[in-house]
C-alpha cells in the first residue's frame, strides 16, 4: 500500500505543479480584482517560521475558514478548482452567485499564496534534503550556517527575506555595513537555484521524507530494493548488484539528506 500512496503522490506534484503556473497567469489577468485594496495581502513568508507540520495545517485552516472556499478544501485538485474559481469572476455563466464569487474573491490571492509556500517547500526538500522551514529555523541560529541556510532558502523562494529571522539578519549586516553579506542576498535573489542543487533535486529525496513522516523509513534491503527499484523504479540497480547494494545506495542518499538537516 505504501508504493500506490507515493506513487499517487509522485504524479500529482509535477501536475500540481503545471496547474500552479496555470493558475497564476490567471491571478494574473485579474490582477486588478484579486490584489485590489480591499483584498488579503497575498503574503506567507511567515508561515516558514514554523515547522513544515505547522505550516501545512495553516494552510487546511485558510482554506476552511469561509464556508465559500470549502469548495476548494474539498475538491481533489485544490489548485485546479482554485483556478477554476478564479476564472469564474468574470463568467456569468459560473456555478457561483455573484454574492459567492464576491465573498471568494479577497481571499483568493492569499489563500493561492499559501498553496505556492507549500509547493516551494516541497522543492526545497526536493533539491537540499530539507524543508524551508528548516532552513530558517537554522538561520535563527546565526553564524556563518545561519547565513548559507538564508542563502540557500532566497534561492528556492525570495519571499523569504520577509520572515522575521532573515528580516532581522538583513537589518544587522544593513547596521554593520555588512556589504558581503547583502551582495550575496542580491545573487541569490537574482541566481536561483545552483546547477548542483537542480542536479539534485530528485524524487527520491522526497520518497525518503515521505517515509520518514510516516514511521515507515525503517525498511530492510529487501523492502528497500523492493519498492525504489521494482515498485517506484526510481534507482536503478546495475544489472549485477544483488539487493544489498541497491539498498546501500538509497542509504547513502538517506544518510545525505541527515547530514544536510544537521549542517545545513
Known amino acids: 500500500m505504501i508504493a500506490d500512496d507515493i506513487r499517487i503522490l509522485l504524479a500529482l506534484l509535477p501536475r500540481l505543479e503545471k496547474e500552479e503556473q496555470e493558475a497564476r497567469q490567471l491571478l494574473i489577468a485579474r490582477r486588478n480584482k484579486i490584489f485590489s485594496s480591499d483584498c488579503l495581502p497575498p503574503s506567507w513568508s511567515h508561515l516558514y517560521e514554523l515547522t513544515f507540520i505547522e505550516h501545512a495545517a495553516r494552510a487546511?485552516?485558510?482554506?476552511?475558514?469561509?464556508?465559500?472556499?470549502?469548495h476548494i478544501a474539498q475538491a481533489p485538485n485544490q489548485v485546479r478548482a482554485m483556478a477554476s474559481?478564479?476564472?469564474?469572476?468574470?463568467?456569468?455563466?459560473?456555478?457561483?452567485?455573484?454574492?459567492?464569487?464576491?465573498?471568494?474573491?479577497?481571499?483568493?490571492?492569499?489563500?493561492?499564496?499559501?498553496?505556492?509556500?507549500?509547493?516551494?517547500?516541497?522543492?526545497?526538500l526536493m533539491a537540499y534534503g530539507v524543508y524551508i522551514n528548516d532552513?530558517?529555523?537554522?538561520?535563527?541560529?546565526?553564524?556563518?550556517?545561519?547565513?548559507?541556510?538564508?542563502?540557500?532558502?532566497?534561492?528556492?523562494?525570495p519571499t523569504v527575506v520577509g520572515t522575521p529571522s532573515v528580516l532581522a539578519r538583513i537589518s544587522q549586516a544593513?547596521?554593520?555595513?555588512?556589504?558581503?553579506?547583502l551582495?550575496?542576498?542580491k545573487k541569490a535573489i537574482?541566481?536561483?537555484?545552483?546547477k548542483q542543487a537542480q542536479a539534485n533535486a530528485d524524487t527520491i529525496r522526497l520518497v525518503l521524507?515521505?517515509?520518514?513522516?510516516?514511521?515507515?523509513?525503517?525498511?530492510?534491503?529487501?523492502?528497500?530494493?523492493?519498492?525504489?527499484?521494482?515498485?517506484?523504479?526510481?534507482?536503478?540497480?546495475?544489472?549485477?548488484?544483488d539487493i544489498g547494494d541497491a539498498a546501500k545506495g538509497i542509504r547513502a542518499i538517506k544518510d545525505r539528506m541527515k547530514k544536510a538537516k544537521a549542517t545545513t
Open 190 to 194: 537574482n541566481g536561483g537555484l545552483s
Open 135 to 157: 532552513l530558517i529555523a537554522v538561520a535563527r541560529t546565526g553564524g556563518e550556517r545561519g547565513d548559507k541556510a538564508i542563502f540557500k532558502a532566497i534561492r528556492i523562494d
Open 209 to 241: 521524507q515521505v517515509l520518514h513522516e510516516s514511521g515507515a523509513d525503517n525498511l530492510s534491503n529487501d523492502e528497500l530494493h523492493k519498492l525504489f527499484v521494482d515498485e517506484l523504479k526510481l534507482y536503478a540497480a546495475p544489472a549485477k548488484a
Open 85 to 124: 474559481i478564479v476564472n469564474s469572476i468574470d463568467d456569468d455563466e459560473s456555478e457561483f452567485t455573484p454574492e459567492e464569487k464576491e465573498a471568494i474573491r479577497p481571499q483568493l490571492g492569499l489563500v493561492f499564496g499559501v498553496t505556492t509556500s507549500l509547493l516551494r517547500s516541497m522543492h526545497c
Open 174 to 181: 544593513t547596521l554593520e555595513d555588512d556589504k558581503c553579506f
Open 60 to 70: 487546511v485552516v485558510a482554506f476552511g475558514q469561509q464556508a465559500e472556499l470549502k
Open 183 to 185: 551582495s550575496s542576498v
